[in-house]
T-cell receptor, first 110, second 112 residues
C-alpha cells in the first residue's frame, strides 16, 4: 500500500517568516502534486512534479521532488496571511488514483 | 472553459437511506475520479471512471457505486448510509493524456 506522510500536521507562524512542509513515502511515485484547500472547498492544484530532483517555483512557493521520487517539499518564503490553508501532497494522478497525505494545516498570523 | 461542478453542495440524510451525488467534468475531460474526505483527513480514493467503465477502485464496500455518462458526467451512489459516511465527497476530472486531476468544490454529506 502506498502511503504519504506529511509533516508537520499543523503549523502556525507570523507573517514574513519562512516555512517548509515535507511529504515522505517509502514508495516511488511517477508524479507528485501539491494542492491547497480552503475550508468547504475542493483542493486546488498548485504544481505537478515529475522528474527526480525537479524544482519548480510559483512566486514565493518552491516545490522540490526528491531524487528517488519518494519525497517532496514545499517551501514558502515570506509567508502572508493569504497563504493560510490546508496543503496536501498527492502521488500518482491522471489515469491512476491519487494517494494523498493527511495534509498540513498552515496558519499565517498578521 | 467550465471547471468541475458538483451537486448538491450540502446534503443531510438519515442512517440507512440512499444518496446520489452528481459531478460534471471539466470540458474535454473524459476521466472522473471520486474521493471521500473525512474531517481533518486527506481525500481517500473511492473509484475512477473512464469511457463509462469503472477503471480502478479503492478500499470501499460495494454499497458505494458509480456511473459515468456519454457526456463524461458522473454519479456516486451510496446505499444503506452509515454515520461514518459523513464526509466531503470530491469529484476530480482528468484530460486525455494528462496526469493532473482537477477537483470540484465537493458535496458535504451529513448522515444522522
Amino acid at each position: 500500500t502506498q502511503l504519504l506522510e506529511q509533516s508537520p500536521q499543523f503549523l502556525s507562524i507570523q507573517e514574513g517568516e519562512n516555512l517548509t512542509v515535507y511529504c515522505n513515502s517509502s514508495s516511488v511515485f511517477s508524479s507528485l502534486q501539491w494542492y491547497r484547500q480552503e475550508p468547504g472547498e475542493g483542493p486546488v492544484l498548485l504544481v505537478t512534479v515529475v522528474t527526480g530532483g525537479e524544482v519548480k517555483k510559483l512566486k514565493r512557493l518552491t516545490f522540490q521532488f526528491g531524487d528517488a521520487r519518494k519525497d517532496s517539499s514545499l517551501h514558502i518564503t515570506a509567508a502572508q496571511p493569504g497563504d493560510t490553508g490546508l496543503y496536501l501532497c498527492a502521488g500518482g494522478g491522471g489515469a491512476q488514483k491519487l494517494v494523498f497525505g493527511q495534509g498540513t494545516r498552515l496558519t499565517i498570523n498578521p | 472553459e467550465t471547471g468541475v461542478t458538483q451537486s448538491p453542495t450540502h446534503l443531510i440524510k438519515t442512517r440507512g437511506q440512499q444518496v446520489t451525488l452528481r459531478c460534471s467534468s471539466q470540458s474535454g475531460h473524459n476521466t472522473v475520479s471520486w474521493y471521500q474526505q473525512a474531517l481533518g483527513q486527506g481525500p481517500q480514493f473511492i473509484f475512477q471512471y473512464y469511457r463509462e467503465e469503472e477503471n480502478g477502485r479503492g478500499n470501499f464496500p460495494p454499497r458505494f457505486s458509480g456511473l459515468q455518462f456519454p457526456n463524461y458526467s458522473s454519479e456516486l451512489n451510496v446505499n444503506a448510509l452509515e454515520l461514518d459516511d459523513s464526509a466531503l465527497y470530491l469529484c476530480a476530472s482528468t484530460g486525455q493524456g494528462s496526469n493532473e486531476q482537477y477537483f470540484g468544490p465537493g458535496t458535504r454529506l451529513t448522515v444522522t
